[in-house]
T-cell receptor, first 114, second 112 residues
Framework: DSGVTQTPKHLITATGQRVTLRCSPR?????VYWYQQSLDQGLQFLIQ???????AKGNILERFSAQQFPDLHSELNLSSLELGDSALYFC?????????????FGPGTRLTVL | ELKVEQNPLFLSMQEGKNYTIYCNYS?????LYWYRQDPGKSLESLFV?????AVKQEGRLMASLDTKARLSTLHITAAVHDLSATYFC????????????FGTGTRLKVLA
């Protein structure tokens, strides 16, 4: 158990819908990262937040957005869902923002878009 | 285009044997991660390599980084069945901000 929690574990929804994925980092970690894992695209870095502010951006679609709240939990919002958005979404946390710190991954949310 | 290539993609090996997984990347980076993922599970951080020549070892796994060759290796010594998993490398690229680019993964199966 990494100490990172994600909810829900599974999510099934329809095309065109909007969903919110939630992540709570390890106690004391200020940085949160979001990743998408799919058979087509492999593992893709989406976005990073540090202490409430966006710090790095990867291949995140405009239909997706994220934020980190004052209590440091983070939410990833996916809208106008398409079949291709079906994937495992992981969040990870680290103690600080630099790319030198070990990241601890949550168990993931499996999103299925029908 | 930034590329991180791992080879082999699939590796089936006998217990007790040694093997190396290679991670080549196409851009300048001096920071590289190795992760392990068991089927249906999340990722587990194995190593963080921060400089040219860095070498880290944990149990039967040893990782190294050659930033000039843009190459990292993950060496497995005397493999055991418990090492069966998918291994990913990820390169950190600083271009205004940080980007984490993952390799394709190497699926390792250790046969008893």
């Amino acid at each position: 158990d990494s100490g990172v929690t994600q909810t829900p574990k599974h999510l099934i929804t329809a095309t065109g819908q909007r969903v919110t994925l939630r992540c709570s980092p390890r106690s004391g970690d200020l940085s949160v990262y979001w990743y998408q894992q799919s058979l087509d695209q492999g593992l893709q870095f989406l976005i990073q937040y540090y202490n409430g502010e966006e710090r790095a951006k990867g291949n995140i679609l405009e239909r997706f957005s994220a934020q980190q709240f004052p209590d440091l939990h983070s939410e990833l919002n996916l809208s106008s869902l398409e079949l291709g958005d079906s994937a495992l979404y992981f969040c990870a946390s680290s103690v600080a923002q630099g790319a030198v710190y070990e990241q601890f991954f949550g168990p993931g949310t499996r999103l299925t878009v029908l | 285009e930034l590329k991180v290539e791992q080879n082999p993609l699939f590796l089936s090996m006998q217990e007790g044997k040694n093997y190396t997984i290679y991670c080549n990347y196409s851009t300048t980076s001096d920071r590289l991660y190795w992760y392990r993922q068991d089927p249906g599970k999340s990722l587990e951080s194995l190593f963080v390599l921060l400089s040219n020549g860095a070498v880290k070892q944990e149990g039967r796994l040893m990782a190294s980084l050659d930033t000039k060759a843009r190459l990292s290796t993950l060496h497995i010594t005397a493999a055991v069945h418990d090492l069966s998993a998918t291994y990913f490398c990820a390169v950190v690229v600083a271009s205004g901000t940080y980007k984490y680019i993952f390799g394709t993964g190497t699926r390792l199966k250790v046969l008893a």
